[in-house]
C-alpha cells in the first residue's frame, strides 16, 4: 500500500493518482453508465513516460549501489510496474478497436492499480536505502561514543573530540536535511528535539571526560563521581541517538510510543517504593508514631505511585492494584484517626496497622509483576527491531554466510515470548502461525545456499518472501504489545474532558472504553493533587473525586445493561456532567495554588549549594552544610518535578506543550543527581579549574532545563488565576509578617518577607513572558508599565523589613514595613487588572443632551397594537442549510469509524453559526462529505467515480480552511496561539493529499473479485486512520482559530464573526 512519509514520495506519487482516477472514472462510465471509453492512448502514454522515467533512474541506481538490501528490494518493484504499465497499453489498444471491451476495462482498472502499488514499492525501496545511509552514520557515532571510556589524558581527548567533531556536524545535517522532508509532523519534532539534546551534550560530554581525566591524572578525590557523570553523558546521547535511529525507520505513526514512557514510569515508581516502604512499616509498627507525619505520608506516596503503575495495565491486573490500592488508603485512614484520638495502642488499631503492612507487600509483588510484564513485552518488542535490519541485509545477500541465519531465529524467539505474554489467544496464534512459516521458509532458504543455489530465481522469491513475512510478524507484535495496555485517554485535560463528554452524552457507543479510561484518569489526577493537601481541604476533593467516580460507575452499569438511554441513564449523565465540572474547576484550583508556591522560587537552592561547594576549606562544618544543602536542592527539584507533572495534567495546557513539560521534568529528573556529583568534585578540588568548570557547565544546563519547565508550565496554566493566586499568597505572607512582629520573631518575619519579595519577582517574571509573547502594542505597554510600578516597590520592602529585623519592637520600623507589604499588594492587584479581560460599560453612558435638536417634522404614525390578548411567540431564526448532520437509515452501512469523525467535527463546527465565518461553513461541508464517504468506501455499483469526486471536495474544503486559518494566524498578536493554529493547519494539506491518494487506490479495488481481503481491508484501513487524522486537525484548526481571533490586530480589516449558537428561546 501507498506511504507518504516524505514530501518527495507525496509529490511523485499524487500526479501519478490525479492520472490514475481519470483512467479509473472512465472505467466506470464504461462499466456502469454503458458509455463507450474515448480513446486511452494519450492518457496512457503520460502515466508510461512517468513511471518509465522513474524505473530507468530505479535501474541506474541498483547498478551501483552496494546495498544489498535494495538490490534486492528493486525488481520486484520494476517488474510490478512495467506489468502494470504492460496492461494499461493492452488495454488502451483494445478500447480504441473496441471501446465497449470488457476484458479492456479489467485491464485499465488492474494496471492502474499496479501503477499506484508498483510507484509506491519502488519510491519506499529507494527511501528506505537513504535512511540506511543516515543510520550508519549515527551508528558510527554511537560506537565512538564508547571510545570515552579509554580516554585517560589530555592527548587523547584532544585526539577523541578531534575525531568526534565531523561526525557530529556530518550526522546533525543529515538529521535537519531528512526531518525537512518528512510530513509526519511529529517525527519532524521527535528528530530535532533528540539532535538538539544531542548537541546541547556534547559540551557536556567534553567536560565530563576533562574532569575524569584530571581527577585520575592528579589523584584527586571525587573521581567516582567524574566517572559517573562521564557514564551518565555517553549513556544519555546514546539513548537520544538511539531514538533518532528508531523514528527514522518509521513510515507511519507510531502507536507504541508510549511503551517507553510506561515502562519509565513503572520503574519509577518501583523505585519511589522501594525507597518508601521501610518509613511507611516503621510508622505502622510504632502506636505511637503521629499521624500526619512522614511515615504517613510515604505511605500515600507509595499508594500513589501504585495506582499510576495501574492506570497502565489493563483487565484483571488493573482492577487488582488500584482496588488494592484504594483499599489500602481507606485502612491507613483509620489508623490515622484512631491514633489521633490516642488509641494507637489499642488491638483494633495494632490489628489494622499489621494488616496495611500485608497490604503493602501484596501490592508491591502486584506492581512488581505488572512491571516486568510490561518490560519484557517492550525489551522484546525493541529486540526484534534492533535485529529485524541484520536480518534483512543476510536475506539480501545470496552469499550470506549460515551465521546470518541466528538473526531470525534471534527473532522468532522474542516474537515467542510475545506470544506467551499475550492474553488474546487469536493474537498469540497470530503471530505463532506467521513464526511456523518463517521458520518453514528459512529452512529452505538455507538448503539452498548450502547447495550454492542462493543466488537462482527460486532462492531470490524465498528471500523476498521470508522478508515480507517478517515485517508483518513485527507489525503483528507490535500490536500485540500495543493490546496488551489499556486504552489511552488524551494527554491532556481538556482532551480527557472532551473524551469524557463524548461517552456522557452516548454512553451506549463503542468508544473502545475511551469515555470511561478519561474520566479514571481524571479522579486519579484528582486524587493525587487531595494526597498533597491537609485535613478538610483533602477530603473536599476526595469527595469530589469519589462523587464523579460513583456517577461513572452506575452510567456504565446501566449501558451494560442496554438501559444508557433510559431516564434514569439521562439524569445520572447530567449529574455526571455537572460533577466532573466542578471537580475540574476545583483541580485547577489547587493546582495553580501549589504551582504558585513551589515555583515562587527556582534557582536559590541550586546557588546555595554552588556556595557550599565552593567555600573555603577551613569553613567550619564544611562537609556537613555541603551535604544538607544537597538533600535540599535534591528535594527541591523533587518538588519542582512532581508539580509541573500536576500542572501538566490539570491544566489548560494542549498536547504539545504537555509533552514538553513531560520531556523537561525527565531531563530534570536525570540532571540532578547530576548536578550534585559535580558539585561534590568541585568540593573536593576546589583549586582545579577542570572541577570549577564542569560544575558551572551542569548548573547552567541545569537553570536553563528548570527556566524551559517553568515557562511551559506558564503556558499551562491560565495567568489570571496564577495571578490571583500569587496575590493571596502574599497577602497571607502579609498576615503572617504581623504575627511574626507581635511575638517578636524577626526569623519568622524575615522568612515572609524573602516569601513577598520571591513571589513578587515571580510575578515580574510571568509579566514579562507575556509581553515577549504579545504584538499588541496597548497591551505591552499596559503590563511594561504596572511591572516597573511592582519592580519599583521591592527594594524598599526588603530595605524595611532588614531594618525592622533589626529591631523589631520598634512600631515606626514596623509601620514602615507594612506600608511597603501593602504597596507590593497594591502594584500586585495592578498587575492583575491588565489581564483582566475590558468588559464594555453596561447601561451604555447617556447621549449628550446639548446635542439634541429638534424640528418641527411631524412624527410618523403609531403601528398598530397586536391583536389578540397575548402577544405572538417570537420566530425562531431561519435554520442554516449545513445544519443537520445525516442519520443512519436503516439497513445502511458505512465505516464507523469514518463516521463518527465526521461526527465530531460536526458537533465542533456546529457549535458556531458559519454565517459570516467561512472556516466554520467550510468544516462542516467537510464534515458531511466525509459522512458520504463513510457510506462509499463500502464498494458497491457507481462508487469509484463518487469517491474520488468526494475525495477532491474534501482536499478543495481544507485548503479552504487552511488558507483562512493562515489568514488569522497571521493577524494574530499572541504569538504562542499563532504558533499552535500553525502547527495544527499546516497539517491539513499533506492528509488532504494524502486522501485523494489513498481514496483512488481504494477506488481501483471496489467492486474487484481479484483483490484479496487481506489487501482489500489495508487500503481501507489506512483511508479511515488518514480520514480521522484529517477531521481531528480540522477540530483543533477551528478551536485554535476561535482562540486567535481573540488577539486579532484592531487594523487587521479581516475579520471572522464568531458567534456561539445557543437555542432561539434562551
Given at each position: 500500500?501507498?506511504v507518504?512519509?516524505?514530501?518527495?514520495?507525496e509529490?511523485?506519487?499524487?500526479?501519478?493518482a490525479q492520472q490514475i482516477?481519470?483512467?479509473?472514472?472512465?472505467h466506470e462510465?464504461?462499466?456502469?453508465?454503458?458509455?463507450a471509453?474515448?480513446?486511452?492512448t494519450?492518457?496512457?502514454?503520460a502515466?508510461?513516460?512517468?513511471v518509465?522515467?522513474l524505473v530507468?533512474?530505479g535501474?541506474e541506481t541498483v547498478?551501483?549501489t552496494?546495498?544489498?538490501?535494495?538490490?534486492?528490494d528493486?525488481p520486484?518493484a520494476?517488474?510490478?510496474?512495467e506489468?502494470?504499465?504492460?496492461?494499461l497499453?493492452?488495454a488502451?489498444?483494445?478500447?480504441k478497436d473496441n471501446?465497449y471491451?470488457?476484458p479492456?476495462?479489467d485491464?485499465?482498472?488492474d494496471g492502474s492499480r499496479g501503477?499506484?502499488?508498483?510507484?509506491s514499492?519502488?519510491l519506499?525501496?529507494?527511501?528506505?536505502?537513504?535512511?540506511r545511509k543516515i543510520?550508519r552514520?549515527?551508528?558510527g557515532?554511537l560506537?565512538?561514543?564508547?571510545v570515552?571510556?579509554?580516554v585517560e589524558t589530555?592527548?587523547?581527548?584532544?585526539?577523541?573530540t578531534?575525531?568526534?567533531?565531523?561526525?557530529?556536524?556530518?550526522?546533525a545535517?543529515?538529521?535537519?536535511?531528512?526531518?525537512?522532508?518528512?510530513?509526519?509532523?511529529e517525527?519532524?519534532v521527535?528528530?530535532v528535539?533528540s539532535m538538539?539534546?544531542v548537541?546541547?551534550l556534547?559540551p557536556?560530554?567534553i567536560?565530563?571526560?576533562?574532569i575524569?581525566v584530571?581527577?585520575?591524572?592528579?589523584?584527586?578525590q571525587?573521581?567516582?563521581?567524574a566517572l559517573?557523570?562521564?557514564?551518565?553523558?555517553?549513556?544519555?546521547?546514546?539513548?537520544e541517538?538511539s531514538?533518532?535511529i528508531?523514528?527514522l525507520q518509521?513510515t507511519?505513526?507510531?502507536?507504541?510510543?508510549?511503551a517507553?514512557?510506561?515502562?519509565?514510569?513503572m520503574?519509577?515508581?518501583?523505585?519511589m517504593i522501594?525507597?518508601?516502604?521501610?518509613?511507611?512499616?516503621?510508622w505502622l509498627?510504632?502506636?505511637?508514631a503521629p499521624?500526619g507525619d512522614a511515615?504517613?505520608?510515604?505511605?500515600?506516596?507509595i499508594?500513589?505511585e501504585a495506582g499510576?503503575v495501574?492506570e497502565?495495565?489493563?483487565?484483571k491486573?488493573r482492577?487488582e492494584?488500584l482496588g488494592?490500592?484504594r483499599?489500602?488508603?481507606q485502612m491507613?485512614d483509620?489508623v490515622?484517626?484512631l491514633?489521633?484520638r490516642?488509641?494507637?495502642a489499642?488491638?483494633i488499631?495494632?490489628?489494622?496497622?499489621?494488616?496495611?503492612s500485608q497490604?503493602?507487600?501484596?501490592?508491591?509483588?502486584k506492581?512488581e509483576?505488572?512491571a516486568?510484564?510490561?518490560?519484557?513485552m517492550t525489551n522484546s518488542?525493541?529486540?526484534i527491531?534492533?535485529?529485524?535490519?541484520?536480518a534483512?541485509?543476510?536475506?539480501a545477500d545470496?552469499h550470506?554466510?549460515?551465521?546470518g541465519?541466528e538473526?531470525?531465529?534471534?527473532?522468532?524467539?522474542?516474537?515467542k515470548?510475545i506470544?506467551?505474554l499475550c492474553?488474546?489467544?487469536?493474537e498469540?496464534?497470530?503471530?505463532?502461525?506467521s513464526m511456523?512459516e518463517i521458520g518453514v521458509?528459512?529452512a529452505?532458504?538455507?538448503?539452498l545456499?548450502?547447495?550454492?543455489?542462493?543466488?537462482?530465481?527460486?532462492?531470490?522469491?524465498?528471500?523476498k518472501?521470508?522478508?515480507?513475512t517478517?515485517?508483518?510478524?513485527?507489525?503483528?507484535?507490535?500490536r500485540?504489545?500495543?493490546n496488551?495496555?489499556?486504552?489511552k485517554a488524551a494527554?491532556?485535560?481538556?482532551?480527557?474532558?472532551e473524551?469524557?463528554?463524548r461517552w456522557?452524552?452516548?454512553p451506549?457507543?463503542d468508544?473502545?472504553g475511551?469515555?470511561?479510561a478519561a474520566i479514571r484518569g481524571l479522579?486519579?489526577e484528582?486524587r493525587r493533587l487531595a494526597n498533597?493537601?491537609m485535613?478538610?481541604?483533602?477530603?473536599?476533593l476526595?469527595g469530589k473525586?469519589?462523587?464523579?467516580e460513583?456517577l461513572?460507575g452506575?452510567?456504565?452499569?446501566?449501558?451494560a445493561?442496554?438501559e444508557?438511554?433510559s431516564?434514569?441513564a439521562?439524569?445520572?449523565a447530567?449529574?455526571l456532567?455537572d460533577?466532573l465540572?466542578?471537580l475540574k474547576?476545583k483541580?485547577?484550583e489547587?493546582?495553580?495554588?501549589e504551582v504558585?508556591d513551589?515555583f515562587s522560587d527556582?534557582?536559590?537552592?541550586i546557588?546555595?549549594?554552588?556556595?557550599a561547594?565552593?567555600?573555603?576549606?577551613?569553613?567550619?562544618n564544611r562537609?556537613?552544610v555541603?551535604?544538607g544543602r544537597?538533600?535540599y536542592?535534591?528535594?527541591?527539584?523533587?518538588?519542582?518535578?512532581?508539580t509541573?507533572?500536576?500542572?501538566a495534567?490539570?491544566?489548560?495546557a494542549?498536547?504539545?506543550?504537555?509533552?514538553?513539560i513531560?520531556t523537561?521534568?525527565k531531563?530534570?529528573r536525570?540532571l540532578?543527581p547530576?548536578?550534585?556529583?559535580?558539585?561534590r568534585?568541585?568540593l573536593?578540588?576546589?583549586?582545579?579549574q577542570?572541577?570549577?568548570?564542569?560544575?558551572e557547565?551542569?548548573?547552567?544546563?541545569?537553570i536553563?532545563n528548570v527556566?524551559?519547565?517553568?515557562?511551559?508550565?506558564d503556558?499551562?496554566i491560565d495567568?489570571?488565576?496564577l495571578?490571583d493566586?500569587?496575590?493571596?499568597a502574599?497577602k497571607?505572607?502579609?498576615?503572617k509578617?504581623?504575627?511574626?512582629?507581635?511575638n517578636?520573631q524577626?526569623?519568622?518575619?524575615?522568612?515572609?518577607?524573602?516569601?513577598i519579595a520571591?513571589?513578587a519577582?515571580?510575578?515580574?517574571?510571568v509579566a514579562k513572558r507575556?509581553?515577549?509573547?504579545?504584538?499588541d502594542?496597548k497591551?505591552?505597554?499596559s503590563?511594561?508599565?504596572?511591572?516597573?510600578e511592582?519592580?519599583?516597590t521591592?527594594?524598599p520592602?526588603v530595605?524595611?523589613?532588614?531594618a525592622v529585623?533589626?529591631?523589631?519592637?520598634?512600631?515606626?520600623l514596623?509601620?514602615s514595613?507594612?506600608?511597603?507589604?501593602?504597596?507590593?499588594l497594591?502594584?500586585v492587584a495592578?498587575?492583575r487588572e491588565v489581564?483582566?479581560?475590558?468588559?464594555p460599560?453596561?447601561p451604555p453612558p447617556p447621549?449628550?443632551?446639548d446635542q439634541?435638536?429638534?424640528?418641527?417634522?411631524?412624527?410618523?404614525?403609531k403601528?398598530?397594537?397586536p391583536?389578540?390578548?397575548?402577544p405572538?411567540?417570537?420566530?425562531?431564526?431561519?435554520?442554516e442549510?449545513?445544519e443537520e448532520?445525516?442519520?443512519?437509515k436503516a439497513?445502511e452501512?458505512v465505516?464507523q469509524s469514518?463516521m463518527?469523525?465526521?461526527r465530531q467535527l460536526?458537533?465542533?463546527a456546529r457549535?458556531w453559526?458559519?454565517?459570516?465565518n467561512?472556516?466554520i461553513g467550510a468544516?462542516?461541508?467537510?464534515?458531511l462529505l466525509?459522512?458520504?464517504m463513510s457510506?462509499?468506501?463500502?464498494?458497491g455499483s457507481?462508487?469509484?467515480?463518487?469517491?474520488?469526486?468526494?475525495a477532491?471536495?474534501i482536499?478543495?474544503?481544507?485548503?479552504?480552511v487552511?488558507?483562512?486559518?493562515?489568514?488569522?494566524?497571521?493577524?494574530c498578536?499572541?504569538k504562542?496561539i499563532?504558533?499552535?493554529?500553525l502547527?495544527?493547519?499546516?497539517r491539513i494539506?499533506?492528509?488532504s493529499?494524502?486522501l485523494?491518494?489513498?481514496?483512488?487506490v481504494?477506488a481501483?479495488?471496489?467492486g474487484?473479485?481479484?483483490i484479496?481481503e487481506?489487501e482489500?481491508?489495508q487500503?481501507t484501513?489506512m483511508l479511515?486512520?488518514?480520514?480521522?487524522?484529517?477531521?481531528q486537525s480540522v477540530?483543533e484548526?477551528?478551536r485554535?482559530?476561535e482562540?486567535?481571533s481573540?488577539?486579532i490586530r484592531t487594523d487587521a480589516?479581516?475579520?471572522?464573526?464568531w458567534v456561539?449558537?445557543?437555542p432561539w428561546y434562551?
Amino acid at each position: 500500500m501507498p506511504v507518504f512519509h516524505t514530501k518527495t514520495i507525496e509529490s511523485i506519487l499524487e500526479p501519478v493518482a490525479q492520472q490514475i482516477s481519470h483512467l479509473v472514472i472512465m472505467h466506470e462510465e464504461g462499466e456502469v453508465d454503458g458509455k463507450a471509453i474515448p480513446d486511452l492512448t494519450g492518457p496512457v502514454v503520460a502515466v508510461q513516460a512517468a513511471v518509465s522515467n522513474l524505473v530507468k533512474v530505479g535501474k541506474e541506481t541498483v547498478q551501483t549501489t552496494e546495498d544489498q538490501v535494495m538490490k534486492r528490494d528493486m525488481p520486484p518493484a520494476f517488474i510490478k510496474v512495467e506489468n502494470a504499465c504492460t496492461k494499461l497499453i493492452q488495454a488502451a489498444q483494445m478500447l480504441k478497436d473496441n471501446p465497449y471491451a470488457v476484458p479492456a476495462r479489467d485491464y485499465l482498472i488492474d494496471g492502474s492499480r499496479g501503477i499506484l502499488s508498483g510507484t509506491s514499492d519502488l519510491l519506499l525501496t529507494f527511501d528506505e536505502a537513504e535512511v540506511r545511509k543516515i543510520i550508519r552514520v549515527c551508528k558510527g557515532i554511537l560506537e565512538y561514543l564508547t571510545v570515552a571510556e579509554v580516554v585517560e589524558t589530555m592527548e587523547d581527548l584532544v585526539t577523541y573530540t578531534k575525531n568526534l567533531g565531523p561526525g557530529m556536524t556530518k550526522m546533525a545535517k543529515m538529521i535537519d536535511e531528512r526531518q525537512q522532508e518528512l510530513t509526519h509532523q511529529e517525527h519532524r519534532v521527535m528528530l530535532v528535539n533528540s539532535m538538539n539534546t544531542v548537541k546541547e551534550l556534547l559540551p557536556v560530554l567534553i567536560s565530563a571526560i576533562k574532569i575524569f581525566v584530571t581527577t585520575k591524572q592528579f589523584k584527586s578525590q571525587g573521581i567516582e563521581e567524574a566517572l559517573k557523570n562521564r557514564n551518565f553523558t555517553v549513556e544519555k546521547m546514546s539513548t537520544e541517538i538511539s531514538e533518532i535511529i528508531r523514528v527514522l525507520q518509521l513510515t507511519s505513526w507510531d502507536e507504541d510510543a508510549w511503551a517507553s514512557k510506561d515502562t519509565e514510569t513503572m520503574r519509577r515508581a518501583l523505585a519511589m517504593i522501594d525507597s518508601k516502604i521501610n518509613q511507611a512499616k516503621n510508622w505502622l509498627r510504632d502506636p505511637n508514631a503521629p499521624p500526619g507525619d512522614a511515615g504517613e505520608q510515604a505511605i500515600k506516596q507509595i499508594l500513589d505511585e501504585a495506582g499510576k503503575v495501574g492506570e497502565l495495565c489493563a483487565g484483571k491486573e488493573r482492577r487488582e492494584i488500584l482496588g488494592t490500592s484504594r483499599a489500602l488508603a481507606q485502612m491507613t485512614d483509620q489508623v490515622s484517626e484512631l491514633r489521633a484520638r490516642g488509641q494507637g495502642a489499642t488491638p483494633i488499631a495494632m490489628q489494622k496497622s499489621q494488616q496495611v503492612s500485608q497490604g503493602l507487600d501484596m501490592l508491591t509483588a502486584k506492581v512488581e509483576n505488572a512491571a516486568r510484564k510490561l518490560e519484557a513485552m517492550t525489551n522484546s518488542k525493541q529486540a526484534i527491531a534492533k535485529k529485524i535490519d541484520a536480518a534483512q541485509s543476510w536475506l539480501a545477500d545470496p552469499h550470506g554466510a549460515p551465521e546470518g541465519e541466528e538473526h531470525i531465529r534471534g527473532i522468532l524467539k522474542e516474537a515467542k515470548k510475545i506470544a506467551d505474554l499475550c492474553e488474546d489467544p487469536k493474537e498469540r496464534d497470530d503471530v505463532l502461525r506467521s513464526m511456523n512459516e518463517i521458520g518453514v521458509l528459512t529452512a529452505k532458504l538455507s538448503d539452498l545456499r548450502r547447495q550454492g543455489k542462493g543466488d537462482t530465481p527460486e532462492a531470490r522469491a524465498l528471500s523476498k518472501q521470508i522478508a515480507t513475512t517478517l515485517q508483518n510478524l513485527q507489525t503483528k507484535t507490535n500490536r500485540a504489545v500495543a493490546n496488551s495496555r489499556p486504552v489511552k485517554a488524551a494527554v491532556n485535560l481538556e482532551g480527557k474532558i472532551e473524551q469524557a463528554q463524548r461517552w456522557i452524552d452516548n454512553p451506549t457507543m463503542d468508544d473502545r472504553g475511551v469515555g470511561q479510561a478519561a474520566i479514571r484518569g481524571l479522579v486519579a489526577e484528582g486524587r493525587r493533587l487531595a494526597n498533597a493537601l491537609m485535613g478538610p481541604y483533602r477530603q473536599e476533593l476526595t469527595g469530589k473525586c469519589d462523587r464523579v467516580e460513583h456517577l461513572a460507575g452506575q452510567l456504565a452499569d446501566l449501558a451494560a445493561r442496554g438501559e444508557g438511554d433510559s431516564p434514569q441513564a439521562r439524569a445520572i449523565a447530567a449529574q455526571l456532567q455537572d460533577a466532573l465540572k466542578d471537580l475540574k474547576g476545583k483541580m485547577q484550583e489547587v493546582m495553580t495554588q501549589e504551582v504558585s508556591d513551589v515555583f515562587s522560587d527556582t534557582t536559590t537552592p541550586i546557588k546555595l549549594l554552588a556556595v557550599a561547594a565552593t567555600s573555603p576549606q577551613d569553613a567550619p562544618n564544611r562537609e556537613e552544610v555541603f551535604e544538607g544543602r544537597a538533600g535540599y536542592f535534591e528535594n527541591h527539584a523533587a518538588k519542582l518535578g512532581a508539580t509541573a507533572e500536576k500542572a501538566a495534567a490539570v491544566g489548560s495546557a494542549n498536547k504539545s506543550t504537555v509533552e514538553g513539560i513531560q520531556t523537561a521534568v525527565k531531563s530534570a529528573r536525570e540532571l540532578t543527581p547530576q548536578v550534585v556529583s559535580a558539585a561534590r568534585i568541585l568540593l573536593r578540588n576546589l583549586d582545579n579549574q577542570a572541577a570549577y568548570e564542569h560544575f558551572e557547565t551542569m548548573k547552567n544546563q541545569w537553570i536553563d532545563n528548570v527556566e524551559k519547565m517553568t515557562g511551559l508550565v506558564d503556558e499551562a496554566i491560565d495567568t489570571r488565576s496564577l495571578l490571583d493566586a500569587s496575590e493571596e499568597a502574599i497577602k497571607k505572607d502579609i498576615d503572617k509578617c504581623k504575627v511574626a512582629m507581635a511575638n517578636v520573631q524577626p526569623q519568622m518575619l524575615v522568612a515572609g518577607a524573602t516569601s513577598i519579595a520571591r513571589r513578587a519577582n515571580r510575578i515580574l517574571l510571568v509579566a514579562k513572558r507575556e509581553v515577549e509573547n504579545s504584538e499588541d502594542p496597548k497591551f505591552r505597554e499596559s503590563v511594561k508599565a504596572a511591572s516597573d510600578e511592582l519592580s519599583k516597590t521591592i527594594s524598599p520592602m526588603v530595605m524595611d523589613a532588614k531594618a525592622v529585623a533589626g529591631n523589631i519592637s520598634d512600631p515606626g520600623l514596623q509601620k514602615s514595613f507594612l506600608d511597603s507589604g501593602y504597596r507590593i499588594l497594591s502594584a500586585v492587584a495592578t498587575v492583575r487588572e491588565v489581564f483582566q479581560p475590558q468588559e464594555p460599560d453596561f447601561p451604555p453612558p447617556p447621549p449628550d443632551l446639548d446635542q439634541l435638536q429638534l424640528n418641527d417634522e411631524p412624527a410618523p404614525p403609531k403601528p398598530p397594537l397586536p391583536e389578540g390578548q397575548v402577544p405572538p411567540p417570537r420566530p425562531p431564526p431561519p435554520e442554516e442549510k449545513d445544519e443537520e448532520f445525516p442519520e443512519m437509515k436503516a439497513g445502511e452501512v458505512v465505516n464507523q469509524s469514518m463516521m463518527e469523525s465526521a461526527r465530531q467535527l460536526h458537533d465542533e463546527a456546529r457549535k458556531w453559526s458559519s454565517k459570516g465565518n467561512d472556516i466554520i461553513g467550510a468544516a462542516k461541508r467537510m464534515a458531511l462529505l466525509m459522512a458520504e464517504m463513510s457510506r462509499l468506501v463500502r464498494g458497491g455499483s457507481g462508487n469509484k467515480r463518487a469517491l474520488i469526486h468526494c475525495a477532491k471536495d474534501i482536499a478543495k474544503a481544507s485548503d479552504e480552511v487552511t488558507l483562512l486559518a493562515k489568514e488569522v494566524a497571521k493577524q494574530c498578536t499572541d504569538k504562542r496561539i499563532r504558533t499552535n493554529l500553525l502547527q495544527v493547519c499546516e497539517r491539513i494539506p499533506t492528509i488532504s493529499t494524502q486522501l485523494k491518494i489513498l481514496s483512488t487506490v481504494k477506488a481501483t479495488m471496489l467492486g474487484r473479485t481479484n483483490i484479496s481481503e487481506e489487501e482489500s481491508e489495508q487500503a481501507t484501513e489506512m483511508l479511515v486512520h488518514n480520514a480521522q487524522n484529517l477531521m481531528q486537525s480540522v477540530k483543533e484548526t477551528v478551536r485554535e482559530a476561535e482562540a486567535a481571533s481573540i488577539k486579532i490586530r484592531t487594523d487587521a480589516g479581516f475579520t471572522l464573526r464568531w458567534v456561539r449558537k445557543t437555542p432561539w428561546y434562551q
